[in-house]
């Protein structure tokens, strides 16, 4: 079996689509399919079940996927072993907006600027999907927000706490009571949340489960913070995102403090053997956390 053969049909077999495999392995469709049939040859049995203008992995193609994947792994750990000079190489990596747009910025910068060989693809996931991921072989490393730090089939490297806020517009009435708002206040007054899934959102959520209580769904970050400077609602946020906000005045903290704590964690598939690139970029999130 050839690694050109089975990092094609790896790829196929992620995306479940010729089409887009082809796309993202910049070969012609007819190249891909042909590479898949001649896997499929030499091992005498298919790997893909052709439905129509749909594929899925066969049984067998679901056994050969891991190995395909440890192959590919021990590959490119061979090429690094031997390799001189800069550490090179694609590190798929799974994040959330907050993350990404807040925490994430100094850690890319350094390693796009210091190891330009080094390409970083971000992709766009919650927490569920960003484990999933993971334990799939999708997603090289996959960075977590969540209260859990032990993760079934992963390895983790807590970063940071991530403290919370409960932000409000400056003249919401929380905002001038004298006292911190109980449960029962928050329960009372509108909420914007972020999408499901987003950790904070989930555990604010299931602290005020049984009052009543009703979020507006504004999706992201930038979107929700609008809301409640518009006077929609208030927010429990990671401080990082809204600590603009709070120093203009365009948004206050509320004197309530979150009865969970939430990590921002560096994740990757147990017993994974991660390359030279990838351990550098481990490494580079290490130090950035302890700052």
Do not use: N
């Not at 010729?18 to 040859?41: H, I, K, M, P």
């Not at 905002?175 to 009372?188: E, G, I, K, S, V």
């Not at 203009?248 to 704590?261: C, K, M, N, Q, Y």
């Amino acid at each position: 079996m050839e690694l050109r053969l089975l990092a094609t049909f790896e790829k196929v077999a992620e995306v479940l689509s010729f089409t887009r495999a082809a796309a993202e392995l910049g070969y012609a469709q007819s190249s891909v399919t042909a590479q898949v049939r001649t896997l499929e040859t030499s091992l005498g049995t298919e790997l893909f079940e052709r439905l129509g203008g749909r594929i899925r992995l066969t049984e067998a193609g679901g056994r050969l996927l891991p190995y395909a994947r440890r192959m590919a792994e021990l590959a490119e750990e061979a090429r690094a072993a031997v390799a001189a000079g800069e550490p090179a190489g694609t590190i798929t990596i799974g994040t959330m907006e907050s993350l990404t747009t807040y925490r994430l910025p100094p850690l890319l910068e350094y390693v796009h600027h210091r190891h330009p060989a080094v390409r970083l693809a971000l992709r766009p996931t919650l927490g569920d999907a960003t484990r999933q991921a993971l334990r799939q072989g999708t997603y090289d490393l996959g960075f977590l927000m969540e209260a859990e730090t032990e993760h079934e089939g992963l390895e983790t490297e807590v970063l940071a706490p991530e403290p919370l806020a409960l932000v409000a517009a400056p003249g919401h009435p929380l905002a001038a009571a004298r006292t911190a708002p109980a449960t029962a206040d928050l329960a009372r007054t509108a909420l914007v949340g972020t999408e499901p899934g987003c950790a904070y959102r989930d555990l604010f959520e299931a602290e005020l489960a049984g009052s009543g209580a009703e979020f507006l769904e504004f999706g992201t970050i930038e979107a929700s913070k609008r809301a409640v400077a518009s006077g929609l609602g208030i927010a429990l946020l990671p401080r990082i995102t809204v600590e603009e906000e709070l120093a203009s005045g365009a948004l206050v903290a509320l004197d309530w403090e979150p009865p969970f704590t939430l990590f921002t964690q560096l994740a990757w598939r147990r017993g994974k053997r991660l390359p030279a690139h990838v351990r550098l970029f481990v490494e580079q999130a290490r130090r950035l956390g302890r700052e």
